[in-house]
């Protein structure tokens, strides 16, 4: 899976990391992630005295940003997939420019073509290195995904963080590096092969007031008071839980017919990786870690892979109650 940075705190046990939110942001201080998921440390222990971050947080407390140097930059490596807003006088090659890829690599990241036009405030993936996007389907597995794009699969693993076995779910997006989109087949995106679901399928995954539209990927934020519930919008099994940036901590849950949600900003997580959930459980309660804005970022982000975002249908501003 695509390794999104994120801003933690070690804490003794190698088993459970935590991300702290000042008390005057969220009165839920802590994110518990729980004891099966251990991701690489995001801070560096520094001679028992500092710590030191992988990259620059976007928001942090007064108090722990004196004892935190920042990683120089000439040292980072970039691994993110982010989203670029169109401004006016941009072009398709100026933009690969801007960001160090290939024309290639932004025009299958973005299903577009040579001649594409671009409107000011058009929202395109851009990502991190030149080559492919790739979101996993059912069946396959890294050599596969390999094989297909003519990329070598150690560096698919290496660069997504993934396990030595290159364990992979369905609806992982990975960076292929150096991949090449084989003829004639389209790219696989986010978005290109959703299908609309019954109505009755989902139900709301909270209570609140939706604060954004379609984003990212097929994503829908709703904003309501840090520890308000989040439920499952449907049955089905949990894939993964963690915290990366830019969704802080959060869940993907594989539904019995295809579908992926994510539950992402979560102020703490109370289901296990692994665990069947029935529709309407509590998986955990809204926060603002991750990608948000102070206080006033507690929100959650619904995304929904393999099929039409159920709420994409209501507009921002409009309100979520369960009847």
């Known amino acids: 899976m695509v390794s999104i940075i994120s801003y933690n705190y070690l804490t003794s046990s190698p088993s459970a990391y935590f991300a702290k939110i000042s008390a005057s ?26 710590l030191k971050f992988f990259a620059s947080p976007v ?33 398709l090659f100026n933009i690969a420019k801007k960001f160090g890829i290939t024309l290639e690599t932004l025009l299958w990241a973005n299903d577009l073509q ?18 492919i996007m790739h979101m996993v389907k059912a069946g396959e597995n890294i050599n596969q995904i390999a094989k297909t794009y003519r990329a070598e699969e150690k560096e698919i693993i290496d660069f997504n963080e993934l396990s030595k076995e290159g364990e992979i779910f369905v609806e ?26 019954p109505n009755s399928y989902f139900i ?22 840090c520890g308000t519930p989040v439920f499952a919008t449907a049955g089905g099994k949990i894939q993964v839980i963690d915290n990366k940036w830019p969704y802080g901590g959060y869940i993907r849950i594989l539904h ?3 579908v992926v949600t994510l539950y992402g900003h979560l102020s703490k ?15 955990g309660y809204i926060g603002n870690t991750g990608r948000t ?11 929904t892979r393999g099929a039409v975002n159920p709420l994409a249908k209501y507009s921002v501003g409009t309100v979520l109650n369960f009847k």
């Open 172 to 197: 992982d997006i990975l960076v292929i590096p150096g991949g090449k989109l084989p003829s004639p087949t389209p790219p696989v995106i986010a978005g290109t092969s959703e299908t609309a679901l």
């Open 293 to 303: 804005i102070g206080a006033t970022g507690c929100h959650l982000h619904f995304e």
């Open 114 to 131: 040579k001649s594409s036009i671009l409107k000011s405030g058009q929202k395109l993936v851009i990502l991190p290195v030149s080559g």
């Open 59 to 91: 928001f942090i407390s007064p108090q722990v940003l004196g004892t935190i140097m920042v990683r120089p930059e000439e040292e980072k490596e970039e691994r993110d997939i982010i989203q670029y807003t169109v401004k006016e006088g941009d072009s």
């Open 256 to 258: 019995p017919n295809g």
């Open 204 to 225: 709301i995954p909270c209570q609140g007031k939706i604060t954004q539209g379609i984003h990212f990927y097929n994503a829908i934020d709703i904003a309501n008071q």
């Open 269 to 283: 997580i109370i289901v296990s990786t692994g665990q069947n959930i029935s529709q309407g459980q509590v998986l």
């Open 25 to 50: 942001e969220n009165k839920l201080n802590f994110i518990n992630i729980g004891p099966t998921v251990q991701p690489g440390p995001d801070l560096v222990l520094i001679k028992d005295a500092s």
